[in-house]
């Protein structure tokens, strides 16, 4: 299990991805959907993009637009996710960050 800081998580994602979070994208460990809020909110404007930067890195596309992804979520039974970030205190599961153009 890697383990991240949360500005060491931010990090990764700066370099990959650049400064603006909408362009982050994330890989659901159990179908393999590439996200982004950028794309999610494409798929969907009527999403809250509040609600969207909460749950990118942690639940499927799928849970909230339909045909795109499917309905995983980090907050189950079964851990398969590979990255935790620790923020506060706590290990915070995490998709893991997709690659620079995936």
Request: with cysteine; hydrophobic share 30%.
């Amino acid at each position: 299990m890697k383990k991240l800081s949360h500005r060491e998580w931010i990090n990764e994602a700066i370099e990959l991805f650049g400064k603006d979070s909408k362009n982050w994208s994330f890989v659901c460990p159990s179908c393999g959907h590439i996200q982004s809020i950028k794309s999610v909110l494409e798929h969907n404007p009527s999403l809250d993009l509040k609600d969207v930067q909460n749950w990118i890195h942690y639940n499927c596309e799928g849970r909230y637009n339909e045909g795109n992804g499917c309905n995983w979520t980090l907050g189950g039974l079964f851990h398969i996710h590979k990255i935790e970030i620790i923020y506060n205190g706590k290990n915070i599961p995490s998709f893991e960050f997709a690659k620079k153009g995936g």
